[in-house]
């Protein structure tokens, strides 16, 4: 849930290139962010599970387009219409009837079907992201590749033997003594 962009257990993603390995290209942006490469691999393996998921596209996308920037519209291309037109009628058919459904073609199916992959961050995350951390500015990273939201940041998520890492992590960021 995700596709990256979108809040999973607490956590907000950045969006990721549709095209590569998943856990590749999380590693990758950890590491574009400063993280060693050896952490970020070890983060990706221990802490995210990533699975494929396979979707059709907004089907009123593929028919009649949809809103561009600047307000604007891109229109549905012809494979996207043809495709959008055989896919409507297999679900406006009542399995009785004897339509003359029509096969998509390659290109049809490939503006059709959609494939990504959803990346979770295991539950606890956030009370063990400064363990991944020798710097402030390297925990800096891990959050800006897993923005926390409120919903991670509620004190009945984190364990209390959780708090104390995360307020000397915060502390050390902010250069302030915590008591």
Not at 54 to 59: D, E, F, K, N, V
Request: proline share 7%; hydrophobic share 40%; glycine share 10%.
């Amino acid at each position: 849930m995700n596709r990256t962009g979108e809040t999973v257990n607490g956590f907000r993603l950045p969006p990721l290139r549709k095209s590569g390995e998943p856990a590749q290209l999380v590693t990758e942006l950890l590491t574009g962010h400063g993280l060693p490469p050896a952490v970020a691999q070890r983060l990706v393996e221990a802490e995210l599970t990533i699975t494929p998921t396979t979707g059709i596209r907004a089907l009123t996308e593929r028919l009649h387009g949809r809103p561009g920037e600047g307000g604007g519209r891109v229109e549905a291309s012809e494979e996207g219409e043809a495709a959008g037109a055989k896919v409507l009628a297999f679900l406006r058919w009542d399995g009785v009837s004897s339509p003359r459904l029509k096969a998509l073609t390659e290109t049809e199916r490939e503006s059709v079907i959609e494939r990504g992959f959803n990346v979770e961050v295991r539950e606890g995350f956030f009370g063990r992201a400064a363990n991944y951390a020798r710097s402030p500015d390297e925990l800096i990273a891990i959050l800006k590749v897993f923005m926390p939201t409120a919903r991670c940041l509620r004190s009945d998520r984190i364990a209390p033997a959780e708090l104390g890492p995360l307020v000397a992590a915060a502390a050390e960021i902010l250069g302030i003594a915590v008591d």
